[in-house]
């Protein structure tokens, strides 16, 4: 089974600001892709980068970048220049290949303060 | 395209009573995903099909829970009867399978669900 783990529920940080989400899982696969979604105080469900587990490169979009490192299974997500449209809940999310059922970590709830 | 469209939006209604959720995922998508979320559990998947076909359904919680898709172009999930524990957020998703670069999930707005 896989399993994603955010283990910071809460985090915080002021505008113009760098903040590093951190998102682990576990699994035994070799072929996957790990996502990074937003959902703003309107509850819809945004996605924000993708990665894709054969490319050692990381995903980067925008102010958002990853910090893929595949041997500790590990999948952060960097917002440079937080902006106060950042202010949401953010989930990390696996999806091994083939196949496309995805599996959320709990999510942090990032603030921005102005 | 109009995205994923699930109706209603917020249904309000007192425990005992059947609840019907509808969703309409983007048209050309394959595969469909019904989502519970709550603040004590996060988001959970119910059920997911592919190719109108239920393929994973030990998410959903109990048998009063039941979810169809009689096409590509809509499914529901059934409460029935409802509990006022079912009071959460339920999200369908929809995405594109295939061998290929995977698409993502495109989630629909979300309907509120109340039970008294």
């Known amino acids: 089974a896989q399993t994603v783990t955010q283990s910071q529920p809460e985090m915080s940080v002021q505008e113009a600001e760098t903040v590093t989400l951190s998102c682990t899982y576990d699994?035994?696969?070799?072929?996957?892709?790990l996502f990074w979604y937003k959902q703003p105080p309107s509850r819809q469900m945004i996605l924000v980068i993708r990665?894709?587990?054969?490319?050692?490169q990381n995903a980067t979009e925008n102010r958002f970048s990853v910090n893929f490192q595949k041997a500790a299974k590990s999948f952060s997500l960097k917002i440079s220049d937080s902006q106060l449209g950042d202010t949401a809940m953010y989930f990390c999310a696996f999806m091994k290949q083939p196949g496309n059922q995805f599996y959320f970590g709990t999510g942090t709830s990032l603030t921005v303060i102005p | 395209d109009a995205g994923v469209i699930q109706s209603p939006r917020h249904e309000v209604t007192e425990m005992g009573q059947e609840v019907t959720l509808r969703c309409k995922p983007i048209?050309?998508?394959?595969?469909l995903f019904w989502y519970r979320q709550t603040m004590m559990r996060g988001l959970e998947l119910l059920i997911y099909f592919n190719n109108n076909v239920p393929i994973d359904d030990s998410g959903m919680p109990e048998d009063r829970f039941s979810a169809k898709m009689p096409n590509a172009s809509f499914s529901t999930l059934k409460i029935q009867p409802s509990e006022p524990r079912d009071s959460a957020v339920y999200f369908c998703a929809s995405s594109h399978l295939s061998l290929g670069p995977q698409d993502e999930q495109y989630f629909g707005p979300g309907t509120r669900l109340t039970v008294t």
């Open positions: 699994t035994s696969e070799n072929n996957y892709y």
């Open positions: 048209s050309g998508h394959n595969s």
């Open positions: 990665q894709e587990a054969y490319k050692q």
